[in-house]
């Protein structure tokens, strides 16, 4: 059989996004190939993001758990040893499985998988450089842009991927460092953060913000960096990193608060954020302008200055989360295919996987301040939850905010145990309209976390039975 050489629907780049978009331009009767340089799909989020990651704070819990916790509940250990070979090649192959996974959903869904670097010839057209220096071009009658984002660098600090290492290489470190500096305190610094922090490693922060988490609402960020804190993790907050020397340790200096101390480590994790991967994808020579924050410009059905060249993902506006990529890459094709896509932005979660958990969906109480939107708060806290005592995780509370008039759900905000599922809940109430009374009036199964939602959710009508 010869080889395809024209498409309805080419996507440059596999991740979430793109081999999501793939998969349900598939299945509406497109032709479809992805474009995808890496040697196995499902991009930065399978390989070396949210699912690795995952991988090792699972791990890594039940290692600090075993040392820390089972005596409470009359279990008692011997002498408990780590094998961080061994995690990590667990950590490997629950990235070979997941991502061999998406290899074949694209052989069920008919995908061609394009292997090479892809760019951007003409508004219809995409040239493929496979590793081997073979270059072939495709033709197709819309080519959508999924290509992700990469680390931001320091321009001082550039990583070496020894001492100077980014999310990717703090996956994968050889053995626990004696002491771990970490610049950010945002989401990957201090999911990864914790990880080395469970498996022994003392964990500094430089953090240039005086909360951590940035938007997040802070009664959850000042709470959280209390337990940290607990945790035995340091933080420098309200400084930046100024230089760094690395001989054999890393000796980093800061500006702000922290000025004048010298903090020593053994690698030091830059994770300042993340840009729009669009280097090298040829997408200036076809005229796709973007945004000064290197964001691709895209109209409300993802349509970039050049019409049959689409954009998602971490490459357009919005959060850089895997299921807003995923639900724009089944939106994009909805509509390449005459129907109506939808994203609905109001009712994104955001979760942080650390201990306790930090999910949330909405309006933090500062952003409901500064636009002068009257509305009620609901509270209740994890210790009196018959379920989260059993558990024995008693640490955190949801908080609902709730439009003044309507009673209409404008935030909730979880920080607790399990917070990232039972935030599922909460974004469908969303979706849905919902009122902090359909919540409260929802039957929740007993005992269960989620218990607590419905609590708060009663406590905006201050009838919280158990508070
Ligand atoms: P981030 O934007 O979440 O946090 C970066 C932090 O670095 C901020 O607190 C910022 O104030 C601080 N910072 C920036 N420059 C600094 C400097 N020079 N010195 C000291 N502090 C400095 O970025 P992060 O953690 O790198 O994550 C990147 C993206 O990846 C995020 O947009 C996030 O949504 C996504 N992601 C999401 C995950 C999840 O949903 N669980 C997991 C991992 C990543």
Known sequence: ???????????????????????????????????????????????????????????????????????????????????????????????????????????????????????????????????????????AKHIIIASGSVPIELPFAPFDHKLIVDSTDALEFSRVPEHLIVVGAGVIGLELGSVWSRLGARVTFIEALPNILGNTDSELSTTMLRLFQKQGITFHMESMLKSVDTKNKVIARCTGKAEGTEIVGDKILIAIGRKPAILGLGLENVGVKMEKNGWLTVDDRFRSSVPSICAIGDAVRGPMLAHKAEEEGIAVAEFLAGKHGHVNYEAIPNVVYTWPEIATVGQSEEDLKSKGIAYRTGKFNFKANGRARAVGAVDGFVKILADAQTDRLLGVHILGPMASELIAEVAVAFEFGASAEDVARSVHAHPTLAEVIKEAALDVDKRAIHS
């Open 1 to 139: 059989m010869s080889e395809l050489t024209k498409f309805d629907v080419i996507v440059i780049g596999a991740g979430p996004g793109g081999y999501v978009g793939a998969i349900r331009a598939a299945q509406l009767g497109f032709s479809v190939a992805c474009v995808e340089d890496r040697t196995s799909l499902g991009g930065t989020c399978l390989n070396v993001g949210c699912i690795p990651s995952k991988a090792m704070l699972e791990s890594s819990h039940r290692y600090h758990q075993v040392q820390h916790e089972l005596a409470d509940h009359g279990i008692e250990v011997g002498k408990v040893s780590l094998d961080l070979k061994k995690m990590i090649n667990r950590k490997n192959s629950v990235v070979t499985a997941i991502t061999k996974g998406v290899e074949f959903l694209f052989k069920k869904n008919k995908i061609t998988w394009l292997r090479g670097w892809g760019k951007v010839e003409s508004a219809h057209s995409v040239s493929v450089q496979s590793r081997n220096g073979e270059k072939k071009t495709y033709e």
